[in-house]
């Protein structure tokens, strides 16, 4: 006889959000009509949406959450305002938005502008329109603050109370590590109407050190007092799986290759006449959980004894292995990466730490010690191996000693996927 198991206690999964960006929609649309495309929710840049309609489409078809990106702190900024974000409605056709003429008519005005947006685009919810913020003492968190009310109000008289709206939080690591600056900061938006909070941190990302994650992740706990589900936006790799895992937020955010990091130099002043916009192709190493150029992927791949130890041999990815790594490096980048996220969100909450170090950081931590092993005639990539190396032999300590610390504490829920509802109860919109 069979016995029957009742999960009495479903596994929470972990929210995994991608950014769009502004290319290569065509290659993920291609991806998703052959069913390689496996994340279920999307940020879209509002400058970038009708280019981006056919996929979008293609999209609400599987049932996808499409989150919407309004650009209005990029709109702020020098550099971020001469950027095809201006040609958006919200847009001052005069310069950058300041917070010191940002009056309550103009807030109107742009919740009233997004919220039809918003609704024209058939988006699931919406990021409210934030600014990069230097403290509790910024200016423009009270403007922040008074958007996030109007915009809902604006979505709620038009009768699209379903579509949600999500508060991304944008200050600096150092803003971060303060913690009377995070307590304020908490305080003052935890009874905005606002569904899921996500956190994009300037000066941080996928590159930082482990001890700057073990930062984070301790900084971000201050944030459960919300009691609303966290989203680690702009953080990619390893380190994410490491934040979700040691319940620091119960959701992450990167683009494809790309967006795992948010500096936000480029948005103080414009950018050079002739300065290039375009990225170039990187190849992801899941191994070891790095990327390499295309022709330092193809040296690296083509030395001895380094197909067997970093080509990729899952045939579900790369069929056609190494070589197919690095001519399909965007299929190969997002299979991998869903994988993963996907491993670590079956597993038992109280359990994901351990998983974590055993399953996942261990093995790249071998990956990347046999890896310098290999004689590879390029002294840039060598460097670029004892790097990693490094890296994640100290993200490996110091989450290992993290691990003794996180018995008891409070984890982050889980922010649930929004595409089936028919209405939205007022409860769900702030505390």
């Not at 001890?211 to 971000?220: D, L, Q, S, T």
Request: charged share 25%; with cysteine.
């Amino acid at each position: 006889m069979t016995a029957i198991v009742h999960h009495l206690h479903p596994v929470p999964s972990v929210g995994h959000y991608l950014r769009l960006g502004h290319t290569g929609h065509r290659k993920l649309e291609d991806l998703h009509a052959s069913g390689r495309f496996a994340i279920d929710r999307v940020v879209v840049d509002a400058a970038h949406i009708n280019e981006q309609t056919e996929l979008l489409d293609s999209l609400r078809t599987s049932d996808t959450e499409i989150v919407l990106d309004p650009q209005v702190a990029e709109l702020s900024t020098p550099g971020g305002f001469l950027t095809s974000a201006r040609k958006l409605p919200w847009a001052d056709s005069r310069g950058p938005y300041a917070s010191d003429n940002f009056d309550r008519s103009r807030i109107i005005d742009m919740a009233a502008k997004i919220a039809d947006f918003a609704i024209e685009h058939r988006v699931h919810a919406v990021l409210c329109p934030t600014h990069l913020l230097n403290g509790p003492q910024d200016a423009w968190l009270a403007v922040d603050a008074e958007m996030c009310q109007m915009l809902r109000a604006s979505l709620d008289a038009r009768g699209a109370n379903i579509v949600a709206i999500d508060f991304p939080l944008l200050t600096t690591y150092q803003v971060l590590l303060d913690g009377a600056a995070r307590s304020a900061l908490a305080t003052h938006i935890s009874d905005l109407p606002f569904e899921y909070l996500w956190l994009r941190i300037a000066n941080f990302g996928s590159d930082k050190s482990a001890a700057g994650f073990r930062k984070y992740i301790n900084a971000a706990r201050d944030f459960h007092e919300i009691g609303k589900p966290i989203i680690a936006d702009a953080i990619g790799g390893l380190p994410s799986l490491g934040i979700v895992a040691f319940g620091a937020t119960g959701g992450i955010c990167h683009g494809v290759a790309e967006k795992e990091r948010f500096y936000p130099h480029h948005w103080s002043k414009p950018r050079a006449k002739g300065a290039g916009g375009g990225s170039k192709k990187r190849v992801y190493f899941s191994g070891l959980d790095a990327y390499l150029n295309d022709e330092q992927a193809r040296t690296l791949l083509t030395t001895r004894n380094a197909k067997p130890l970093l080509g990729c041999s899952d045939m579900g990815c790369c069929p056609g292995g190494w070589e197919d790594m690095i001519l399909n490096h965007t299929t190969h980048y997002l299979t991998q990466t869903t994988r993963r996220v996907q491993e670590l969100g079956r597993v038992p909450e109280m359990r994901r730490a351990d998983h974590f170090l055993s399953h996942q950081l261990a093995p790249a931590d071998r990956v990347a010690r046999q890896a310098l092993r290999l004689r590879v005639g390029d002294k840039k990539i060598m460097e670029k191996l004892a790097f990693n190396s490094r890296k994640t032999d100290d993200m490996r300590h110091v989450f290992e000693e993290l691990r003794t610390t996180v018995h008891n504490l409070t984890r982050s829920s889980v922010p649930l996927k929004r595409t089936k509802r028919t209405s939205v109860a007022s409860g769900t919109r702030g505390r």
